[in-house]
């Protein structure tokens, strides 16, 4: 408030005020990229660049539909468990052959038994946690510990090889819009990005442009009030699980087209905390109400810009943990001033 | 009822509230009785209490006195001044004018609630302050624990020193059990435990024994004269003139933050305290010609029953504003919860318009075009970190169909609801907690005129609110009743009963004691009604 009080010197000292105030996660991002590319010039490399997108896009893609849930009041710590068990059917629908060697299952109906297998995931934990009034905190730790441990007793903790052909591993691997001009060749956008980029845009509008979108806020906003203007509050709920189990399906179908393979200690592990801390870095209130998607997309590149400066500079794996920690704190106290 | 019975002279149970008493009784000046307690030392004064919120004076120059071993009744509407004062004495607020004197000595004016405990002045409030995952024992000594000599909690010590507290009490509670165990009497037998602790020597008690049963009410009540006995004061706050009655020495009776009177009981009946405690000269400001002519019946309600509610039956009719008055705890509000499908009722009916309805759920309601703007606005009327256009629209975009919010039609009509209401507000887009208290009251309000509710609730809907915008809340309320709207306003202020409702249903204790029309309503009349005076 006390800032629109201020008088205005020039619309561009104007702009910079509002996009200061409202969007200062922009201006993170921005001081992050240049501090990355002065400490490691090849950072800034197209090549890079644009595989920092390719590796980012599965994690980012949960932080979207965990936008959702947060939004709403909740949280989902079974992503990574649920993309392990939903990956883990993709491929071994997937490396069935004929006798011929030609896959036994049609490539989409693999995918789409993925996405319904994480989705029913969600539509578990919101049931529970609107019906059994529980935390959604013990209700998605409880439902991943038991997820995960599913998916190693099925697969006895191995990793289990999928049929590697090019239709399969092309999604997570391809690029598209590749092109040449004179000797310079932009190798194309990674289709990982295209489709977290795809989905962003299209739960921005759900968010922004639908009623479900305004239910979702409201819900996490005084879950009270939602009720007496009548929303279906549980309704809501299980929706942004069942969209976060969504997300996780389709996250898992590029995690195990890029890998060809699923493995049942390690596929999808931390992946909910990597997306959760998108989530927060991006702005979006842990109390619920308040949130952005496009918090969310800066966000998950900021960590796979972490994650790739962490190789870049040769530092040792193991303090990965400890930058990443110290860009939460930094991002949510710049943030702070919004509230 | 009764804990002392023979003590007071019995009154004749004439039902007839009438003002030629009230204005007799508010000249008789007060007569000392041979009563020891009225007569004894004064343990507490309080003199020229004044105490302002937000600019609002709720206490003006109030003095209260009470002396030691004395049993002194607090009446006074909702909204009188009571719980301030009493908080003012607890510690909890500081007075802006005026002294506190305990004890012969004057208290510093910013002294807080545990010096004040120290001292020996303890509060039994309505809700009970206390620990349920702890035991009796380590409720009664919270922070005062005895210790062993190793500084660790002696507990054998303390629930021995818990049981002797227990025992002056003649309360057989194990001070070894969890406080979420014990019943609600009980739990008060605990915080009275813990006041006696702490040498108590003047007890306020902000109506005990509204959760009580008659025999538990009557265990209290020797208790209390005990305590008295022992040379305990008590200030007994209750809207029960009866209990008043029975058990107090005298009563003081505030009204709007101004000390009306202090009486000995014997010398006041409970209907002349209810007249006291409304006093004012009635206006005839009333609402006689502003609405439409009411006619047919909307809503009819008929048995609604549950824990609280007893047979409640009324009938609301098109265009008419019909005025629910009562104490708090009256079960007004419960009773619209019910009608809106938020509480389910054990039994009775709703209809509207002649077709019965069965309302499970909020959305039942309003697919009847019910609509209820809550009394607590922050906690069920408004998601406060959205914006008006929002909260304006939840109710009418879940009435119509469609996946996306229209964003051109619901710009056009949340800004004319914006004009029509005068919102003020830098622009839609603004997060309703942003806004002022009547501001805010005009949004939960559009949410209902924007989904065209026939029949609209609205509890407490000025609470909050400054007096500009209340008038503007009373004209929007006429317009709605003279386009066809039945509306229904449960409200503690009986001065905006009356200047709005042409007819008001008075409930106490879960039951509709009374119907007045607009001609023969006297905030008198409402008082009696209201509290067990019959």
């Known amino acids: 408030m006390r800032a629109m009080e201020q008088r205005s010197e020039s619309p561009v000292i104007d702009l910079a005020r ?322 | 009822m009764s804990a002392r019975p023979g003590r007071k002279p019995a009154r004749t149970p004439e039902r007839k509230p009438a003002a030629k008493t009230v204005r007799k009784t508010a000249v008789r000046p007060v007569r000392r009785t041979a009563s020891t307690q009225a007569g004894a030392p004064p343990v507490l004064q309080m003199r020229g209490i004044s105490k302002s919120f937000f600019g609002v004076e709720v206490l003006h120059g109030v003095d209260f006195t009470v002396g030691k071993g004395q049993i002194m009744g607090l009446c006074g509407e909702n909204g009188a001044g009571k719980s301030t004062l009493m908080k003012i004495l607890a510690g909890i607020h500081t007075q802006d004018a005026g002294e506190v004197v305990f004890k012969g000595s004057a208290m510093r004016r910013n002294v807080t609630p545990l010096e004040m405990q120290n001292l020996g002045i303890s509060m039994i409030h309505q809700e009970l302050n206390l620990l349920n995952e702890l035991t009796v024992a380590q409720n009664i000594f919270l922070c005062r624990e005895p210790r062993s000599a190793a500084g660790l909690i002696n507990f054998k010590r303390m629930n021995e020193q818990a049981a002797a507290v227990l025992e002056r009490l003649g309360e057989k509670i194990d001070p070894r059990r969890k406080v979420y165990d014990l019943k609600i009497a009980q739990k008060q037998m605990v915080e009275i435990a813990k006041a006696i602790s702490f040498n108590v020597e003047l007890l306020v008690m902000d109506e005990p024994t509204s959760p009580l049963t008659g025999r538990e009410t009557r265990i209290l009540f020797d208790l209390i004269s005990h305590l008295s006995e022992q040379g305990i004061a008590v200030v007994y706050i209750s809207h029960r003139l009866k209990e008043i009655i029975d058990i107090c020495h005298q009563v003081t009776v505030l009204r709007d933050g101004q000390l009306v009177a202090t009486r000995d009981v014997s010398e006041v009946t409970a209907r002349q305290i209810a007249a006291l405690m409304v006093g004012r000269e009635v206006k005839e400001s009333r609402a006689a010609d502003h609405a439409g002519t009411p006619d047919d019946v909307v809503l009819d309600v008929q048995g609604v029953s549950d824990r609280l509610l007893k047979n409640v039956d009324f009938r609301v009719r098109r265009g008419e504003i019909l ?183 008075v409930m106490h204790e879960g039951r509709i004691t009374g119907t007045l029309n607009a001609s023969e309503f006297t905030e008198a009349k409402v008082m009696y009604y209201a509290t067990d005076v019959v």
């Open chain 2, 323 to 505: 005025g629910f008055s009562g104490l708090i705890g009256a079960g007004r509000t419960e009773l619209m919860e019910v009608i809106f499908g938020m509480r389910r009722p054990e039994a009775g009916s709703v209809r509207i318009e002649g077709r019965p309805v069965t309302v499970r759920d909020a959305i039942d309601a309003i697919r009847a075009d019910l609509g209820f703007v809550t009394e607590d606005r922050k906690e069920t009327g408004l998601v406060l970190c959205r914006d008006i256009t929002d909260n304006a629209n939840y109710v009418s975009w879940l009435k119509n169909r469609g996946f996306f919010k229209g964003r051109k039609s619901t710009a056009d009509s949340t800004r004319r609801i914006i004009e029509r209401l005068r919102i003020r507000c830098s622009s839609p887009a603004q997060h309703v907690s942003n806004l002022s208290g009547g501001n805010q009251q005009k949004v939960a309000l559009a949410k209902w005129l924007l989904s065209g509710a026939r029949v609209l609730i609205l509890d407490e809907p000025t609470r909050g609110v400054d007096v500009g915008a209340r008038q503007e809340i009373y004209q929007i309320i006429r317009e709605l009743a003279a386009e066809g709207v039945a509306v229904i306003v449960v409200s503690s202020d009986l001065s905006e009963i009356r200047s709005i409702c042409e007819r008001v249903i």
């Open chain 1, 18 to 339: 509002r996009v200061w105030r409202d969007y200062s996660i922009l201006v993170v991002f921005v001081v992050i990229i240049i501090i990355c590319a002065v400490a490691a010039p090849r950072f800034i490399l197209l090549d890079n660049l644009l595989n920092i997108l390719r590796n980012t896009s599965t994690v980012g893609a949960i932080a979207l539909g965990m936008t959702l849930v947060i939004i709403a009041g909740g949280i989902d710590l079974s992503s990574g468990p649920v993309l392990a068990v939903s990956g883990a059917v993709l491929i071994l629908l997937q490396r069935m052959v004929n006798a011929d060697g030609s896959p036994a299952v049609p490539l989409a109906v693999a995918i789409l038994a993925c996405l319904a297998v994480a989705t029913s995931f969600g539509f578990v934990n919101g049931f529970i946690v609107t019906k059994a009034k529980l935390p959604p905190f013990i209700v998605t730790l409880a439902v991943g510990i038991i997820a995960r441990s599913l998916v190693m007793y099925f697969m006895r903790g191995a990793t289990v090889m999928g049929n590697n052909i090019p239709q399969f591993t092309g999604i997570g691997n391809g690029s598209v819009l590749s092109f040449q001009l004179g000797s310079a060749t932009f190798p194309g956008i990674p289709i990982p990005f295209i489709v977290a980029i795809a989905m962003a845009v299209v739960f921005h509008i759900l968010l922004t442009r639908t009623k479900f979108g305004t239910y979702v806020f409201a819900v996490g906003g005084n879950e009270n009030a939602a009720r007496y203007s009548g929303i279906k509050v549980d309704r809501i709920r299980i929706a942004t699980y069942m969209l976060v189990g969504l997300c996780t399906g389709i996250a898992a179908t590029i995690e195990m087209s890029r890998m060809a393979a699923v493995a049942a200690t390690t596929s999808g592990a931390q992946y909910e905390f990597e997306a959760i801390t998108a989530v927060i870095v991006g702005g979006t209130s842990l109390s619920g109400g308040k949130g952005r998607i496009v918090g969310s997309i800066v966000g998950f590149i900021i960590l796979g810009i972490v994650n790739n400066m962490m190789i870049m500079l040769n530092i040792s794996p193991y303090l990965s943990g400890a930058v990443k920690g110290a860009v939460i704190l930094f991002a949510v106290l710049m943030q702070r001033r919004e509230r």
